[in-house]
């Protein structure tokens, strides 16, 4: 990069963060957090003052996603990826197929094979910009992919593996870059987790799970069963989804939480279901990622990197340059100018911007980071 582009004040939008995670807290977030700076903060999580708002988290993910009866939201101290574990140790019983479409499922995958008390997994993998559903096999008893890979944009549909509940096999989705921002139907899922600095507005550090009745039979049924070797299966503590489980009902973590996580994290559901529930969260990405897309197909220089379709993702937007375009130039233009965190994700190698379009975004802000980017690529092949 040589001299810095500077854009001009009026092009700018008016909030320039558009991570893909973290994402995206907003100032009325942030203002609530600073008034609790005497209380809750600093305060035990076993007392009410906390409890309170871990039920009121509760309840407004029930309210946003329409629980199913017997569904429970449970939530526990780590992130999402700390999830792939937890489910390898009280939810995969003996073996389990895997959708294939990202660094993400590709983790997830990867801990069920280094997993000793397993089998081996059946992988289903599919390019990276495509997505991944894993078919029936015989002898599956968990059937896991993502609903949103974080690291390509692409969304895959969450319904479940023909054949695979009558056979008593579990759906285990990863929701971590896409929940309440996509469209989704929990009753095709018994474990549908995610963690809450996406579109949930928050930091991490935090994991959230709503699992149906047969994922919580499965979790009390493997925690208390024996390996392939015919020892009992152990699960550490903090992996314990039977722990977990126990301590949600009673509205708190195993271990102490970071209660400004949960504090920011209740008031984004508390708008976003004020706002409309789900169905406004998703219309408003959608727009967004409207705006991107529409712009990347009428640019000289950027293609969107999931062809168009259905597995195209509403929530993270990735936009191909052509090579003559250095995005790590374009990227430290933006940054330089306040706009941040349009990275491309690192293992991918590619030569693209990677953009959250969470609930939280306003869509002017995604219309004015496309005017920026084309005054930035413009002024960089001026400098040329």
């Known amino acids: ?122 992988i289903f993998r599919k390019d990276y910009g495509e997505a991944a559903v894993p078919e029936f096999t015989e002898g599956v008893d968990a059937y896991c992919w993502p609903h949103n890979e974080t690291s390509t944009g692409v969304m895959c549909p969450v319904t479940r593996v023909p054949g695979s509940k009558e056979a008593g096999a579990l759906t285990i989705i990863d929701a971590t870059s896409c929940a309440g921002a996509l469209p989704v139907d929990i009753s095709q899922t018994d474990a549908y987790f995610f963690s809450p600095q996406k ?55 195993l271990n102490t939480p970071a209660i400004a996580t949960l504090i920011l994290m209740n008031e984004q559901l508390k708008w976003i279901n004020a706002n409309g529930g789900l169905d406004w969260a998703v219309a408003r990405s959608r727009q967004s990622s409207n705006i991107l897309y529409s712009w990347a197909n009428a640019s000289d220089y950027a293609t969107p990197f999931v062809p168009e379709g259905p597995a195209r993702s509403t929530c993270v937007v990735t936009v191909n340059l052509d090579d003559d375009v250095p995005a790590s130039e374009v990227l430290g233009h933006l940054r330089a100018n306040g706009i941040v965190d349009c990275n491309g994700y690192r293992a991918l190698g590619l030569n693209q911007l990677r953009i959250g379009v969470f609930p939280s975004v306003d869509p002017a802000d995604v219309e004015a980071l496309t005017h920026c980017i084309d005054y930035v690529v413009k002024e960089m092949k001026a400098q040329a």
């Open 1 to 122: 990069m040589t001299t810095t582009v500077t854009i001009p004040q009026n092009l700018l939008p008016r909030d320039g963060r558009f991570g893909s995670g973290p994402s995206r807290i907003r100032e009325d977030q942030a203002t609530v957090l600073y008034q609790s700076w005497r209380s809750p903060l600093g305060t035990s999580h076993r007392q009410d003052g906390v409890k309170d708002i871990v039920a009121s988290i509760r309840r407004e993910l029930a309210a946003l996603f329409n629980l199913p009866e017997g569904y429970e939201v449970v939530l526990g101290n780590g992130g999402a990826s700390q999830f792939f574990d937890i489910a390898c140790a009280c939810l995969i019983e003996r073996k389990a197929a895997f959708g294939v479409c990202g660094s993400f499922s590709e983790k997830f995958a990867k801990e069920a094979q280094d997993a000793p008390f397993l089998e081996e997994p059946v």
């Open 199 to 253: 579109a949930m507005g928050a930091e991490g550090g935090l994991w959230v799970a709503i699992l149906s009745p047969a994922a919580i039979a499965r979790a009390e049924a493997v925690e208390n069963s024996a390996t392939l070797d015919g020892a009992t299966r152990w699960v550490p503590a903090m992996l314990s989804l039977t722990k977990a489980i126990k301590n949600s009902r009673k509205n708190q973590t």
